[in-house]
């Protein structure tokens, strides 16, 4: 685990960690073989860890949790 932001950054600069979001990272490896619908999983994780309040995953965000297709829809934004 890093002990610092500067150690955070140094992960993410080699190509050890990936930044999600803000304050949210995972593997780089996980994230690099994952597809578009599973780091949509990722990211929308990251948004319910980091909420200030209890929150549902909903709409487009929650099809890939369910293994729905997503038809090439918009995956920008969590829902």
Sequence with gaps: MPDSDRDLARLVRNGVLHRVRRGAYVDARTWTDAD?????????????????????VSHISALPFFGAPTWGMSLGDVH
Excluded: I, N, P, S
Aim: proline share 0%; no cysteine.
């Design 36 to 56: 578009a619908d599973e780091r949509h999983v990722l990211t929308a994780q990251a948004v319910v860890k980091q909420a200030q309040t209890e929150v549902v």
